[in-house]
């Protein structure tokens, strides 16, 4: 049995699965995102509890909203900003009394949906997570590329690329401390944010897409932006690495006419004669990140 955990800033999730990733049983609980020994309490409980009802022990892996720094072996980057400064993946393996896996959420929803989701089989797959922000995550060969600095796959801290002059005018300010990331223009956040700014009005991104399909005019030229933004930055991703299939989750995942206009949007900037990525909605959409937590330990030899 593997047991994934989703540690998010409003909810933990825990997912048992069978041998064929099966689902076995699933819970969640309120993250008690302000009291860091509750948290590592609360991820106790669950699995262990997990554990008690189905009478089986098994391998646990946990999806962050951050990483572990290499250089200190401390949490970072993280939304829940409890976490930083600590040795999550220590303190719950003392909790837990055995090795826990660690790895981001992002890179957890590319995982699942590279093993048996929307990407199963594809060599290489990059999934992208578009809703508040903008996370994202590499899969080779059924491998999560983390990189030197564990920053493999950060697609929305990268600059918008081949901007118009007005787009670098007018380059929201990101929280990292820099302007014009892609997060704060292809997010579900910057998509109203960038209506907001060409009409006054605050509208939420979904209301904005549906308008977009009935014809509204400002919708319609505010989606036509996304389109364009979203699609050169997946075109740099595919001049990078050139992968064999991008998924998309999150909230801008369910705007269906994404999945027909992004590709077309893309070719003129991929450095190719032609551009086929397929670019696929995520199959288990918010049950990505937790699954794909129980598979950091492999399929096979799930202690290899």
């Not at 999730?13 to 302000?34: I, N, Q, S």
């Not at 981001?104 to 060599?123: I, K, Q, W």
């Amino acid at each position: 049995m593997r047991i994934g955990v989703d540690l998010g800033g409003t909810k933990i999730e825990v997912l048992a699965l069978g041998d064929r990733g099966e689902e076995l049983l699933r819970r969640r609980v309120p993250t008690p995102r302000h009291d860091y020994g509750a948290i590592i309490a609360a991820i106790a409980a669950l699995v262990t509890g997990v554990e008690a009802d189905l009478g089986v022990t098994g391998t646990v892996g946990v999806g962050i909203p951050g990483s572990i720094s290499p250089a200190t072996g401390l949490v970072k980057n993280a939304n829940t900003t409890v976490l930083i400064g600590h040795p999550l993946d220590r303190d719950l393996a003392s909790a837990l009394g055995r090795e826990v896996r660690l790895e981001n959420d992002a890179n957890c929803f590319a995982l699942s949906e590279a093993v048996d989701g929307a990407a199963a089989g594809a060599g290489i797959v990059f999934g992208l997570i578009i809703g508040t922000g903008a996370g994202s995550g590499i899969v080779i060969d059924g491998k999560v590329l983390r990189g030197r600095h564990l920053i493999g796959g950060e697609f929305g801290h990268n600059p918008l690329p081949w901007p118009s002059v007005a787009e670098v005018e007018e380059a929201p300010a990101c929280y990292c401390g820099q302007r014009g990331c892609l997060e704060t223009w292809v997010s579900g956040t910057g998509f109203a944010d960038d209506y907001r700014r060409a009409t006054g009005l605050s509208v939420a991104s979904p209301d904005i897409a549906a308008a977009a399909a009935s014809g509204d005019p400002a919708s319609r030229a505010a989606y036509q932006r996304y389109v364009s933004r979203l699609a050169r930055g997946l075109a740099q991703v595919v001049n990078l690495i050139d992968p064999d299939v991008i998924v998309v989750g999150g909230g801008m995942s369910n705007v269906a006419s994404l999945y027909d206009d992004l590709a077309p949007a893309m070719r003129p900037y991929v450095f190719s004669d032609s551009c086929t990525t397929p670019i696929v909605k995520a199959r288990y959409g918010d049950s990505s990140g937790v699954r794909g937590a129980a598979w950091l330990w492999p399929p096979g030899n799930p202690v290899a």
